[in-house]
């Protein structure tokens, strides 16, 4: 063999041998990187929301700048306006309002001049955009105080998750639909209006997770046996986010046995609609230092009482937990959401399976049934 020939193999087993090595290590970092990327989203994800929370910031403009929100009145529509802008402003899609077209006439406290509307925006999910994971909490407040604990807390909580998520590049493989509910005081007239109107997608609906507690911080939610395994990975972040604020998955054998007991019952707010629905409809488990039910629905509901630890990690828990549960290889199991003995046409008010009123929220600790009276 010439020596040039020899060269020339030599030169080319070293170019091949390099490419392969290349190739190689691309397809290693291509799979290290996938896998980092997923880590990355919730490390991110959690500085922002540990670093630069703005939760506070939203729920300052909707009590103090805004106040009261009575279905009907100016503030209300004020509010959604300002809450569709944000939602702009946070990068999130579909950013629309619905008009709730059928209000009863009786409905108490509602001056029917000024339209109604739900407030909806996605983060769009990347491998099954037309399934959903639904985070709500209702706009709306009564007349009394300006709204902080009941229930700006829990829209300023997903308002906060929808920033952070969409900050932190977050790509679920399920669409994170957010909605603001309005008219939950007078009847969830708002949850009741859009499970109407896309009965179409509540089977797709792979969970639905509603904010109305005031302002203790979630911690934790119930599943049903077959869910569990997949609620302790979706929640593993979350119990470590702080020892001080504890997250329990509280294990229960149908979903709808917290509608035995008063409040969190799929009676209470805007989770009821989505559970008559057939979803599998959570209201977070709250918790903390302040006594419940109080302030909500009296004069005292104002941004002063609102601790803000526990929001900022409630609005962690939120993002966490809704992108943990869009991102599973399947939609949240509906076995055993309901008793057989109940049917979906039970109207069981959770506040009457109570003695008195002081049983009521000391068992549950929930201001729902307590301060609805
Ligand atoms: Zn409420």
Redesign the pocket.
Known sequence: MKRSNRIFIYLSLIILLSLSLISGSSKFSVGKLATSNNDSVEKRLISFAQNNNKVMDHLYHLTDRIAARPSGSKNLQAACEWARDKFVEFGLSNVHWERLTIVPANAANYNNSVPLYNVIADIPGSEKPDEYVIVGA?IDSDDTGTGAA??GT?VAAAMEAARILAKADAKPKRTIRFILFSA??IGKLGSKAYVDAHADIMPRVSAMLNM?QGSNYISGIYATNGLMEHFERVFAPVKSLDPDMPFTIEKVEYLSQNMKNCCGGRGS?DHGPFFEAGVPAFFWLQEGKNPVPYP?HTKEDTYDKVNAEYLKHSSTVIALGAYGIANLNHLLSRENIFEKEITSNDDIDPCSQSKTEADCCSKQKS??CCVKK
Request: negative net charge; hydrophobic residues 10%.
């Open positions: 209702h009941d229930n829990g939950e005081e109305d707010s909500a201001t729902e």
